[in-house]
């Protein structure tokens, strides 16, 4: 396996900027394809932002020696690699999902009803209106207007702007639900190593991931590549994909159902919370913390199993009795239990994404605030990762050989009408609550291509071909 050019890679692929607490999403169309192509091979020139802090440029995944303030990112639609002049023969080597997009996926990952399309904000239900995202973070808020003012400065002309979102990362990592998140993720074989040690898992014993399951041109869990077609060319190696996702949580919707179902089965709304997820508010697992009166390390966060026991975790839990089988965290990453494909590992994504709207208070419930997650789900295929993950394991009731019944509680196409979670209290009983509604909305969407510093180049150049 060749090593990665960290410095070709776009950084929010490998990096998660945890330190950056502000971001501003830009959406954008060409508007003049030769100006925007001048425009990308400026910002690809790959120049470390914390040597060069006054010009805007792309940032990598490179190791820094000095921590940036700000860090930018652009990623394209299959419309915008068109636009931008990219040749229809290197086009159709790109997954058909890729080029059907957001919109013409919607069905495939329930994106349906109030999240389908039409409903969705900024014009981004049109195609036409979704060619570029630019994606800046930034350490404070100061530092996020200066660096928004001077991009917008910088497309003017060569992009027009159709929509903006801004997020925020809440204290102390939590999200809207009430949940401490981001404690586990994926990581690349050769890329910067996780902050939290993860079982032996998949292809390398070290848990880590193939490159290929999230970089064009590499060896994936398959021992294949994907988009084979683009991979090997200079536009395609070292991309990625992602869906990037504006999703609206239901908070007061999510908290007043806790308060109302958890009496019905003998748990506290707090139980039930951890029981829906899978892990404590906190962040400890169920897996190894069932009554949530076991103090876990923070290294020890992501070390454990459910078909086995790691060390350190008191005994597995195939049936779910501790950990119920259709958490949601047991769902996206349902680790050594045998499940819907060939790899529990395989279809595992890297969520870039933070939240949007202020902190929810329990006093003000319904004070009309929209809140919920932005940004990027990152996979190296549509196909194979983020949709299957999406229909197979968080919208069918069968990803375990029909050990549950209902979809996944947090992120499914639930409705009040058909609407239930299954919780074991042994091996052999269980209860169950229903009657809940969506707890979470797509708002936008759009299916994007993150290609590397080469990439980036390779659209700028006069006439990509």
């Known amino acids: 396996m060749s090593a990665l050019q960290l410095d070709d890679i776009q950084g929010i692929i490998l990096r998660g900027y945890g330190s950056f607490a502000r971001v501003r999403h830009f959406i954008a169309v060409v508007a003049d394809p030769g100006r925007a192509r001048a425009l990308i091979g400026n910002l690809a020139r790959a120049i470390p932002v914390a040597t060069n802090p006054d010009k805007l440029a792309v940032t990598t995944a ?53 999240s389908a399309p039409a409903n969705w904000e900024g014009n981004m239900g049109v195609a036409s209106e979704v060619h570029a995202i630019f994606s800046l973070f930034a350490r404070t808020s100061h530092e996020l207007e200066w660096r928004s003012s001077e991009l917008l400065a910088a497309i003017a002309g060569s992009f027009h702007l159709t929509h903006r979102h801004d997020g925020q990362v809440l204290p102390d990592g939590y999200v809207h639900f009430g949940y401490r998140d981001g404690l586990s993720q994926p990581f690349i074989a050769g890329g910067p190593k996780p902050a939290r040690p993860y079982p032996n898992l998949g292809v390398n014993k070290d848990g880590s991931s193939p490159p290929g399951d999230f970089l064009l041109g590499f060896e994936n869990t398959f021992g294949n590549r994907y988009s084979p077609g683009v991979a090997d060319t200079p536009l395609g190696r070292n991309g990625s994909f992602g869906a990037f996702r504006i999703l609206k949580q239901q908070v007061a919707e999510f908290e007043e159902y806790l308060q109302t179902a958890a009496p019905t089965i003998n748990l506290t709304p707090d139980q039930l919370a951890a029981k829906l997820l899978g892990r404590w508010r906190s962040g400890v697992p169920l897996a ?73 208070n329990p006093q003000q419930p319904n004070d009309g605030i929209e809140r919920g997650l932005i940004g990027y789900f990152i996979n190296a295929d549509f196909f194979n990762q983020f949709q299957f993950l999406m229909s197979q394991w968080m919208n069918t009731d069968n990803f375990v050989g029909g050990m549950i019944s209902g ?58 071909a």
Request: aromatic share 10%; net charge neutral; proline share 10%.
């Open 288 to 360: 190894l913390s069932p009554t949530g009166t076991c103090p876990i390390p923070s290294d020890r966060l992501n070390m454990f199993l459910y078909a086995n026991a790691v060390p350190g975790q008191s005994e597995p839990d195939p049936k779910g009795v501790a950990f119920p089988i259709g958490a949601h965290i047991r769902r996206g990453n349902p680790r050594d239990e045998i499940v819907q494909g060939f790899f529990t590992q395989q279809a595992r994504i890297i969520r870039r994404n933070v939240p949007y709207g202020p902190p929810f």
């Open 62 to 114: 490179a190791t820094w020696h000095v921590k940036p303030d700000y860090t930018l990112n652009v990623a394209f639609t299959y419309e915008g690699l068109a636009s931008l002049g990219v040749s229809s023969t290197l086009l159709d080597g790109f997954a058909p999902e890729f080029a059907s997009g957001a919109i013409g996926n919607a069905g495939a990952i329930f994106d349906v009803d109030a």
């Open 407 to 464: 979809v996944d509680p947090l992120i499914g196409a639930n409705s009040p009408s058909s609407s239930v979670f299954t919780i074991p209290t042994s091996t052999t009983n269980s209860v169950k609550v229903s009657g809940f509604a969506r707890f979470v909305i797509t708002r936008g969407s759009a299916y994007c291509f993150l290609p590397s510093v080469t990439g980036l180049r390779y659209i700028a150049s006069p006439t990509p």
